[in-house]
């Protein structure tokens, strides 16, 4: 089938690249702008802006597709479309543009996770288990009609980063199955119900540890926003990024929120509820990231220090 491929980031890219290794033809690739990056603001290109020209596939960037380019997707002259990560809600104008509809590839367990981050927010709420579905794209925000889905472990250890190349990969190979189910006529899908759970995009503001969580919730927490926003604590205003903790071993008197232990030796570990969470990997105000237990070796965080 001719394909017309709506995806943005990496997620999006290797579910593209396994589309155009398929004998299904991508006809054209739309993405988001590219967009600066970084101090520097040096502007770069969405991942799947680079395959497709790498490939020669017709590329448009449109932050929001208009009326125009309605018409210029509907001239391709498409079977299907699919979406992957693309970062807009589509239109019914964009639904009808061609015969089979939209097919996209969400990242968690329908009716499970709907909305734009369901990998970190799964991570975060200490799910063991999510995976991907395959579903039809309707107006409504992924309540469509699902044709196949798969799940996947996540691991104590998994972090948004490690989830995103699993779940693409996952991803990659159950859309290549859902497009031959419709070329064949064999696709049946199966509406999602009413059991569902939504939960919103991701904002910075959510990264900041709560010490009045239990170290588990912390350790979600840090894995889910490991790329991004990373959580973090501050003291005196300088904020501290975190990018790997773990429940500390013992027992710790103090305040919620209270460093109980600060050296090379034995960590930088903090009161939480119920316990302790040692802070392993970290970045302090104007530093590179290290362990924490180096950082202590030419820094000091005194013992009692009430962080925020």
Partial sequence: MKVIFLGTPDFAQNVLKKIYESHHEVVAVVCQPSKPVGRGGKVVDPPTKVFAEENNIPCFQFGKISKEGVDVLKS???????????????????????????????????????????????????????????????VGIDDGDMLLQEKCEITDDDTDVTMFEKLSHLGSKLIVDALDLIEEGKAKFVPQGKDYSYFPMIKKEMAKIDFNRTAKEIDQLVRAFYSWPVAHFSICDQVFKVFKAKPAVGEFAGENGQVVASSSKAGLVIKCKGGAIEIVEMQAPNSKRMLARSYLNGKKIDVGTKVC
Avoid at 86 to 104: D, W
């Fill in 76 to 138: 391709l002259d498409a079977d299907i479309m699919v979406t992957a990560a693309y970062g807009q809600i589509l239109s019914k104008e964009v639904l009808e543009i061609t015969p089979n509809g939209v097919i996209n590839v969400h990242a968690s367990l329908l009716p499970k996770y709907r909305g734009s981050s369901p990998i970190q927010w799964a991570i975060k709420n200490g799910e063991k288990v999510t995976g991907v579905t395959i579903m039809k794209t309707n």
